[in-house]
């Protein structure tokens, strides 16, 4: 493992090139230094990362502590209560897993009763859009579909899908589609989540004080918990998004901070959940706030999206989407911003002070997220528009009462979005075969190496954008297909590496594929919780068959290069346990060397599961997935149509010659 760098850089030395490699981004950094407003890069710049807490090597557990180990000597010394370093770094971790998925459970389940009044005709706002996803997920889990009315399917799959949530005992619904062979692996090993609210629960308990005290042990309820994010709460996030407000199709899609109009009353939606980016969509296309926008100067409303609700937005609408987490605050000092509205998760509290410097209006709308200084103005399902007409209300009056001068970077990428893997399946084997074989052929030919997942957040301490591009710049070179969810996603797309043209900077074989099916080689999935689409790939690789039984067959690995959040931990950790390589870059909260460290980044793979793996070197990071991917075909036995097809002209003459 390479050594955890922690840059400490004196402001005066900063470069604010090296912050960033997005132009919008750095054009908006240079504005704000000279406005004396201040980012999270300035932030990461001048807070020092603890050397102590980034190896995990501290435990606040208790009061007899705080306790710190040694790091250098990390064997030397254990807690006040004798907690080792294994159990303090593994308590850690399992915290960063419970915190992870209570997110997306919690985010899962509000989804969840959203879909259960709007089936019960309480929410009128909304309606079931796509019947045939709500079928396909009804039957996916045993529940009855021929000959039953749409009502009566969605109610049972309301109360079947609840179980994800509240069962205590037995397995959760959707494990009813994890491949056979995994599924054994976990009942082998006692992981099947039962319920979300039981395993973190469980999980909390057993990482308090003098409970679990053997790292080993502590893993295996962290996979458990991280189990019933992957298949559990972020899966029903999906797949109920899709039924109520589609299942994403590709869109042509444009993208960066030249979507925003200096002629326009220009609003932005940031956050996770879709409930509050679709009645918003709503809004703004409301004739009297349309005209209500005219009257006050500006030629239209704008709509655009951030993160991950941006993410669904532009996968099912084509909305046009501004960045990612690390541009949030600089988009602010457009001044260009007539109000932003935000839901949960990766809100940074630092958007007030920029927000209030630009004279932004800065909205929180969700019970769950309140944030001093901003105002809040509640959003209720029941009657979603009352918040979002207040808003843009709002937000043509600062369009009125401009006072800063605007600065918009004139950055616009265009590229194609929203592949679901139902739209895979329909992609490659057309709307009468639809089916995983193509795929898995041209795997097994080799014309595809293999399929990476790159994902996650962005991250200060790392230059950002830059680990996102240059790793999947060198997968697809060596003909590794790249699939994309969550911030890496905006990165790629931002690049202009989301169009079928980018298939030229693709190795010959998958650049073939590509251009033989007209798609990116970059196929962006949506939000984070859509990561659970890439777990339904994989599946539905496996039944295809020729690739092995079970996920950890799979020639395939997984990345957040740029990680920041303990969701990523959680979605890393039930990738590992699902069976994938995952490697993270920036940093490990781990000590190289541990007997932990060891069990999750060599063990685990000896069990059957998949591993982690850490570096943050993005070419580093591409050989480290490739090396993965080519031992899988080894054991497969298809590394050989790999070598025929790799193989160059000079190599084949030397080959004629001899
Ligand atoms: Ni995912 Fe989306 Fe982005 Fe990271 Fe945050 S917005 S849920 S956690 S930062 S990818
Ligand atoms: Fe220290 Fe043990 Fe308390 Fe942690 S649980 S703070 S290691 S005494």
Redesign the pocket.
Known sequence: MEEKKIVIRKEKEINLKDLTSCEATLQMLKRAKKDGVETQFDRAVNMRACPIGADSAC?????????RLNSKDPYGK??????TID??MS?NFARMVAAGTACHNDHGMAMLEVFRDVVNGEIKDYKIADTGKLETVAASIGIETEGRSTHDIAIDLYHELKKTYTQVEGEIPFAKRVPEKTLETWRKHGIVPRGAMREIMELMNRSH??VDQDYKNITKQCSRTALVDGWGGSMVATEIGDILFGTPSPVSIEINMGVLKEDQVNIIVHGHEPNLFESMISSVNEPSLIQAAREAGAKDINLVGMCCSGLEMFSRHGTPHAGNFSSTEPILVTGAVDAMAVDIQCIQQGLVKVAECYGTPLFTTNPRCHIEGATHIEFHERDPKTCTDEIVIKAISRFKNRKIPIEIPQYVSRGVQGFSHEYINYMLGGTFRGSYTPLNDNIINGRIRGVAGVVGCTNPRVKQDWVHVELVKELIKNDVLVIQTGCSQIALAKAGLTTPEAAHLAGPGLREVCETVGMPPILGLGACVDNTRILIACSEMVRTGGLGESIADLPVAGAAPEWMSEKAIAIGQYFVASGVFTVFGVTFPIIEGTKFHKHLFEELEELGFGKWGFTPDPYEMAQLMIAHIDKKRRALGIDRAQDRVLIDMADRQKLDAA
Request: with cysteine; hydrophobic share 35%.
């Open positions: 435990c606040k557990h208790c009061a007899m502590g705080p306790c254990v807690g006040v209560c004798g907690a159990t303090i308590r004080m003098g």
